[in-house]
């Protein structure tokens, strides 16, 4: 027969020697030796944009609205954006992946991310690139990820930029209605 015990809190008997319980000792915010206080609740922000029309290149892609289709969700607080930057809602350690659905032709087209850390001037952090020698219309789609270490919301941001040889003939696809280029925002870890 098994018994239950129901306690509201467990003592030591001595200040020196903790608490064993099933040969495991709990002592001072550690679990047989090692330190378990800093461990966190694992991701605290999961959050995806997308492009909600067609871009032409050579300019920040500004088009995106946060991702809402049924099924779909976020996990904590949500990135904002503002013509085409994203900000951050705290300070950590994020992987920012970039997913995109380019139109091109005769033409070399990159996309790019772009990060500051000052809110003012950025720098490209990952590009992607392709090369098409016909008149012919070629698709690509790339993915792309970063890690980007945000320790300061006010400064720390990101965008995304589409450039063609081809000026407005090379496109960023986007739709309302379901994902064709998308970002996505996930905190892995403190800073």
Same mark, same amino acid.
């Given at each position: 027969?098994?018994?239950?015990?129901k306690v509201d809190t467990i003592?030591?008997?001595?200040?020196?020697?903790?608490?064993?319980?099933?040969?495991?000792?709990?002592? #001072?915010?550690?679990? #047989?030796?090692?330190?378990?206080?800093?461990?966190?609740?694992?991701?605290?922000?999961?959050?995806?944009?997308?492009?909600?029309?067609?871009?032409?290149?050579?300019?920040?892609?500004?088009?995106?609205?946060?991702?809402?289709?049924?099924? *779909?969700?976020?996990?904590?607080?949500?990135?904002?954006?503002?013509?085409?930057?994203?900000?951050?809602?705290? *300070?950590?350690?994020?992987? /920012?992946?970039?997913?995109? !659905?380019?139109?091109?032709?005769?033409?070399?087209?990159? *996309?790019?991310?772009?990060?500051?850390?000052?809110?003012?001037? !950025?720098?490209?952090?990952?590009?992607?690139?392709?090369?098409?020698?016909?008149?012919?219309?070629? !698709?690509?789609?790339?993915?792309s990820s970063i890690f980007v270490?945000?320790?300061?919301?006010?400064?720390?941001?990101?965008?995304?930029?589409?450039?063609?040889? #081809?000026? /407005?003939? #090379?496109?960023?696809?986007?739709?309302?209605?379901?994902?064709?280029?998308?970002?996505?925002?996930?905190?892995?870890?403190?800073?």
């Open positions: 027969m098994a018994s239950e015990l003592s030591e008997k001595t200040t020196a020697s903790g608490v064993t319980i099933d040969g495991v000792l709990l002592k #001072d915010g550690e679990v #047989d030796g090692v330190d378990v206080s800093a461990i966190t609740q694992g991701i605290t922000v999961a959050d995806q944009w997308y492009l909600t029309a067609d871009q032409a290149s050579n300019a920040v892609i500004t088009s995106w609205s946060q991702v809402g289709f049924t099924g *779909t969700g976020t996990i904590g607080s949500s990135m904002s954006h503002s013509s085409g930057v994203f900000t951050f809602p705290s *300070t950590g350690i994020y992987m /920012v992946t970039l997913k995109t !659905y380019v139109e091109t032709s005769n033409a070399t087209t990159r *996309t790019v991310i772009e990060v500051t850390t000052n809110n003012s001037s !950025y720098n490209v952090i990952d590009e992607q690139g392709w090369q098409t020698s016909s008149s012919v219309l070629s !698709y690509q789609i790339s993915t270490d945000v320790t300061d919301t006010a400064n720390v941001k990101v965008r995304f930029r589409l450039f063609g040889s #081809d000026g /407005v003939a #090379d496109l960023i696809h986007g739709n309302a209605s379901y994902i064709e280029t998308s970002a996505t925002f996930m905190k892995i870890g403190d800073t």
